[in-house]
């Protein structure tokens, strides 16, 4: 498959792509806050709730969250596409879609919680 044609396949999730990372640095930190909360029940056990953060690494995270998230809808819809490809359902590739925006959004907290991207 040609990559022109990829892309025509995955249109929808390179259109959710674009506006999930405009949406994340124009939120102002919005939908990173809100992409903390289907994480939350595995990551507050490492990283306490949000509101006892403090720093000035605190807000760019935050915002940065939301937008490396807008990604895992292009590896959402590569995934989609090949499941697709293997004659695979419309409700298992919906469900798997699903789940990798959710890991995405347990990806780019732990990612941009980690050590090397705080100040303190």
């Given at each position: 498959m040609t990559v022109l044609r990829r892309?025509?396949?995955?249109?929808?999730?390179?259109?959710?792509?674009?506006?999930?990372?405009?949406?994340?640095?124009?939120?102002?930190?919005?939908?990173g806050m809100l992409l903390w909360y289907p994480v939350m029940p595995v990551l507050a056990q490492f990283h306490g709730d949000p509101n006892d953060?403090?720093?000035d690494w605190v807000w760019p995270t935050i915002i940065g969250v939301g937008m490396v998230w807008s990604f895992s809808f292009l590896v959402a819809g590569w995934i989609n596409l090949r499941l697709e490809g293997a004659r695979i359902g419309r409700w298992p590739r919906r469900l798997a879609y699903i789940?990798?925006?959710?890991?995405?959004?347990?990806?780019s907290w732990a990612l941009l919680l980690s050590e090397p991207?705080?100040?303190n």
């Open positions: 892309a025509g396949a995955m249109k929808r999730s390179i259109v959710a792509f674009v506006l999930a990372l405009g949406l994340g640095f124009l939120s102002m930190g919005a939908l953060w403090h720093g789940a990798v925006l959710w890991l995405g959004a347990l990806l991207f705080r100040a």
